[in-house]
């Protein structure tokens, strides 16, 4: 009983609320830089493109495949469509001192941060990583989870349409 | 209780009715479904008391979370449901309810949570409370946060609450406090090529002496502190945690204080970066109820520092961190030779290395008529800096992956593993497990969108089970399809070579996911992040469906 109520008070209220189904902004949430410091969501700015929201790990592998491939083509994106590439590691205490490392020795060029209490991971329902977010001026517009060869054309065509 | 909860969601619809409700709904689901399915070979069926078959046959395992949120709050509510739980998962979880609800405000100085939350300080190793949904594993508080940032450069995090044990919550309360200095900040010395921040932590738990035969505490705290310093591509960073003492279950009740120190340093530049980390750990087993075991409440986190593994023969023997004591190290480094180079080739090579250890901390008799870690004592002394006597696991991995050509990746691995059964699972193993383990994965790209990838796994060693073998192929159709056969073989097992085949296919369309598994699981312990869990043999069809809105 208890919780059919509480779900009838939640659908009310969410009932009331402008459910948008298309696109969403960035939750505001404290993410760590690689040099340990908090840095908020709401400074995630690209004046002159969209940007790719990348959730990772370090022992991630279809992660790391996701990484290289849109490594590789970046330069390309960046030419065609000023994109920038944010990559999220949900990594823990075990392996923090290492996504810096890890990243830098892959030569991968995006800004790298760390959700350190997954506090992102949860605002944006992340179930499963990969999980791979575009957003148009900070609202996300298209989301994809998990990661197979090709999957970064999918991506290049999503940016492509905006 | 249903009261609190209708509070809960109908404050910020009173209270902020003056605010423009813009908020969005958001949210994911994801259920599991197990047919078990008898089999010879494992001597799996309902007539084998030892066996696990399960009398309903068909389990399953599934949650839904629920979020609203706007600029300034958010507030949602996870349901869960195990009917009854897969094979593997604590029994405890039978059941179904709403185990997780808060509400969250914010603004630029202040972030308050009511209801459920996940928190960490520092490294965790005094407090972390999180979730490792596919391994069921929830210590979320029910209580009370608050963070501040009033002074630029200063941060405060507050927490009281009791922790989550399945459907039901901790006796012990737990108490916490943090603060963080980021000096920079507070100087206003942003371009400084360095940067110092320094952390230090209460948390303090109370719990109820009900113990007929002890004088126990009820009240143990416990402080850290920690500093991190950066200079240009250079961190250095530590944390020393400090207990009060606190006779548990897992310490067998001895009154010793206990003590943890982990220490970080790397560096990198594009192309290459190197990691150096140590840690000793003594009776630093902190729960919020001093009865329980196994993952249950606990209120740090104490990280194992070896290498994660997710190849299936490299996760046979997974290490966990040995809570009463244990000191250890880990160097791990990644280069990629340049393209053109001569190891580089046409698409450049990446090199990764990593080496750990752990070995037991020096314990020596308070006096004579003590033996080491007896109840009600304070246990035993130990020297600081000497190595203990038993060696606990000690690896080396070394990965390269090279990619041919356009089409054609490959992934080397050889892993080299001491892993002293006895002290880490504390079953009558045979003690020392000596493996080597050699993995080929190889990437082809058939044509675009069209993928094939699979691995060949060799485990070498006299012990344990012996040999194993493992194969798998994975066939990939970007972005919807994916087909995977695998086997595993233990060729070297002298009682039963069983081989475990599993066929999997899955579906992606959209935000949902579809993917089922149809063969055999091997027992064995699974592990993610630090938490394990030991699983059995089993057969049959896993149905999963997942999905985000």
């Not at chain 1, 992660?63 to 949900?90: F, P, Q």
């Not at chain 2, 475990?500 to 579809?514: C, D, E, H, Q, V």
């Not at chain 2, 699981?521 to 469906?545: D, E, H, K, T, W």
Request: hydrophobic share 35%; net charge positive; with cysteine.
């Amino acid at each position: 009983m208890k919780k059919i109520y509480i779900i009838l008070v939640l659908v009310f209220f969410f009932d009331n609320a402008h459910a948008q189904n298309k696109s969403f902004p960035l939750p505001e949430i404290d993410l760590k830089n690689t040099s340990g410091k908090l840095i908020n969501t709401n400074t995630f700015k690209n004046h002159n493109g969209p940007i790719i929201i990348c959730f990772w790990a370090t022992w991630c592998k279809p992660c790391t495949r996701e990484l290289n491939a849109i490594s590789e083509l970046y330069d390309d994106w960046i030419e065609e469509t000023n994109v920038k590439v944010i990559a999220i590691s949900i990594d823990d205490s075990r392996n923090f001192s290492k996504v810096k490392p890890y990243a830098d020795g892959k030569d991968w060029p995006f800004d790298i941060y760390i959700d350190y209490n997954n506090d992102l991971k949860r605002a944006l329902n992340v179930n499963f990583i990969p999980h791979t977010f575009l957003l148009s001026d900070n609202d996300i517009i298209w989301q994809h989870s998990s990661f197979f060869d090709g999957d970064e054309e999918i991506l290049f065509q999503e940016i492509l349409k905006l | 209780m249903k009261y609190l909860i209708l509070i809960v969601f109908l404050i910020p619809i009173l209270t902020f009715s003056q605010i423009n409700f813009d908020g969005n709904i958001s949210g994911n689901f994801q259920n599991d479904f197990q047919l078990y399915l008898p089999d010879k070979k494992l001597d799996f069926n309902i007539n084998n008391p030892f066996s696990d078959f399960p009398e309903e046959r068909l389990l399953n395992n599934g949650f839904t979370n629920l979020i609203y949120s706007s600029k300034k709050i958010s507030m949602g509510l996870r349901y869960e449901n195990y009917l009854n739980p897969l094979l593997g998962y604590p029994s405890g979880y039978k059941g179904e309810g709403i185990t997780y609800r808060y509400f969250q405000f914010h603004n630029d100085e202040i972030d308050i949570t009511v209801g459920n939350f996940y928190e960490q300080f520092g490294s965790g190793m005094i407090l972390r409370a999180y979730e490792e949904r596919n391994l069921g594993y929830d210590n979320a508080f029910e209580g009370v946060r608050m963070k501040f940032n009033i002074i630029k450069g200063i941060n405060f995090k507050s927490l009281i609450g009791r922790q989550r044990i399945f459907f039901t919550k901790s006796d012990g309360i737990v108490r916490g406090l943090d603060s963080e200095f980021i000096l920079n900040e507070i100087f206003n010395k942003l371009n400084f090529s360095s940067n110092l921040t320094i952390g230090l932590s209460f948390v303090s738990k109370y719990e109820k002496d009900n113990n007929p035969k002890y004088n126990l505490p009820e009240n143990v705290g416990a402080w850290s502190s920690r500093f991190l310093f950066n200079l240009k591509n250079w961190n250095l960073e530590a944390e020393y945690v400090s207990k009060y003492n606190d006779p548990s279950y897992v310490n067998n009740f001895i009154f010793k204080k206990g003590n943890a120190i982990l220490i970080n340093t790397n560096y990198s530049i594009r192309g290459f970066g190197i990691n150096l980390s140590a840690k000793r750990i003594d009776n630093m087993d902190f729960r919020s109820e001093r009865n329980e075991s196994l993952q249950n409440l606990l209120i740090n986190y104490l990280p194992a520092l070896t290498k994660q593994q997710t190849y299936a023969l490299a996760t046979i023997y997974p290490y966990a961190t040995i809570t009463n004591g244990e000191m250890g190290l880990q160097f791990d480094m990644n280069y990629k030779f340049k393209k053109q180079s001569f190891f580089g080739g046409k698409y450049g090579t990446g090199l990764n290395i990593n080496f750990s250890n752990s070995y037991s901390i020096d314990k020596n008799k308070i006096n004579n008529a003590t033996d080491i870690g007896e109840t009600g004592t304070l246990g035993y002394k130990s020297n600081f800096l000497k190595i203990g006597e038993v060696k606990f696991f000690q690896e080396l991995n070394i990965e390269i992956n090279k990619k041919i050509s356009k089409k054609l990746n490959l992934i080397s691995t050889y892993i080299n593993t001491h892993y002293n059964s006895s002290e880490i699972l504390g079953y009558s193993y045979q003690g020392m497990i000596y493996a080597n383990i050699y993995i080929l994965e190889t990437q082809y790209k058939i044509k675009p969108k069209h993928s094939i990838r699979n691995e060949i796994q060799i485990l070498k060693t006299q012990e344990h089970e012996g040999d194993w073998l493992m194969g798998l192929i994975e066939y990939s159709i970007s972005p919807k399809y994916f087909f995977a056969f695998q086997n595993m073989y233990n060729s070297g097992n002298s009682i039963k070579k069983i081989n475990y085949p599993t066929f999997s296919f899955g579906i992606n369309k959209g935000k949902t996911r579809f993917s089922t598994t149809y063969g055999k699981q091997r027992a064995g312990v699974f592990c993610i992040g630090g938490v394990c869990r030991v699983v059995p043999a089993s057969n049959g069809i896993l149905l999963s469906i997942n999905s985000t809105f």
